[in-house]
């Protein structure tokens, strides 16, 4: 399981231009080869900027078989409008996880 990172910060005054097409684009990525969750985060301290949170079975599912789709374009081209510069996208996978008892 893989983590895809979004750091995205958006134009200001886009806040809910933006959430709101985010939210529109959730079955894009639910329909997606290898994902299972999708999770949009924004921060207290700057609230232009947000972490868009999508788990994957591989890195492959996201970065082949999500960004060459259709619906990659079209998350673009709903989303897209709203960004201050490029997303910084990055990948995690757990290396610790301590539930509390």
Known sequence: ?????????????????FEAAVAQ??????RARGCSHVGLQRSVEEPNQYVLIVQ???VEDHMVHFRESADFQEWRRLVGPYF?????VGH?????ASPRA
């Open 92 to 96: 995690t996978e757990v290396v610790l």
């Open 56 to 58: 994957w079975d591989t």
């Open 84 to 88: 201050e510069k490029p997303p910084v």
């Open 25 to 30: 684009a959730v079955p894009l990525f639910h």
């Open 1 to 17: 399981m893989v983590y895809e990172m979004a750091n995205i910060t958006v134009q200001q005054g886009k806040n809910a231009e």
